[in-house]
């Protein structure tokens, strides 16, 4: 069933190999969404941009590909509405979507969503296919993030993309670099099984 090379699992995420339930599906959204929040408070802040670097992409992608396209827009949108609401765990534990980073959050969910339905055809199983998976999911984050930066401090479109853009590239790739090694490891422990 399964190749040396790439293991056979396709329709399923990693969360797919849990026994399945509802109370499972309820516990691994609610997990997603406390995770992105504490990842979010991994927040250092860069001069001349209101935008922070964080752990809350990296965990917003890893959600998605663990948990699959429903249960990864349902963590995300959890983290969102919940944020919106005023629980303080977006990032440097600010909450409500007035703050100019608001549209990364919008992002991520998308992201979420998209990495989901391609880790479920197979976008995790091997280091080049969760690049692109990772890389795709963070061009999708910045899509939303950057115009909504732009319309949200009237920036200009290329004020924008120095200010909540460039300064990300290399942590994202160092993230990306990172999802790299764990998604595809996590499929070759389990194919041991």
């Known amino acids: 069933m399964s190749t040396a090379a790439t293991p056979v699992r396709t329709g399923q995420v990693l969360a797919d190999l849990l026994p ?49 396209a429903g249960r990864g827009f349902l963590s995300l949108a959890l983290y969102a509405l919940a944020g919106i609401a005023g629980v303080p765990w977006f990032a440097g534990g600010a909450s409500g979507a007035a703050a100019p980073s608001f549209g990364y959050v919008l992002g991520m969910l ?10 479920r055809r197979g976008g ?18 910045y899509a939303v993030g950057v115009p909504y930066l732009a319309l949200a401090t009237g920036m200009t479109a290329s004020a924008a993309i120095a200010a909540g853009l460039t300064p990300f590239l290399i942590g994202d790739a160092l993230k990306a670099a990172l999802a790299m090694g764990l998604l595809p490891t996590a499929w070759k422990l389990v194919d041991k099984k």
């Open 20 to 68: 399945a339930s509802r109370v499972r599906d309820a516990a691994l959204v609610l997990g997603g969404a406390a995770l992105t929040g504490l990842a979010a408070q991994i927040s250092v802040p860069i001069p001349g941009t209101p935008v922070p670097v964080t752990g809350q992409t990296f965990a917003a992608l890893l959600v998605g590909t663990s948990l699959g």
């Open 110 to 119: 998308l992201a979420a969503t998209v990495v989901g339905a391609l880790a």
């Open 124 to 141: 995790d199983r091997n280091v080049w296919r969760t690049a692109g998976t990772m890389l795709l999911g963070e061009a999708i984050i």
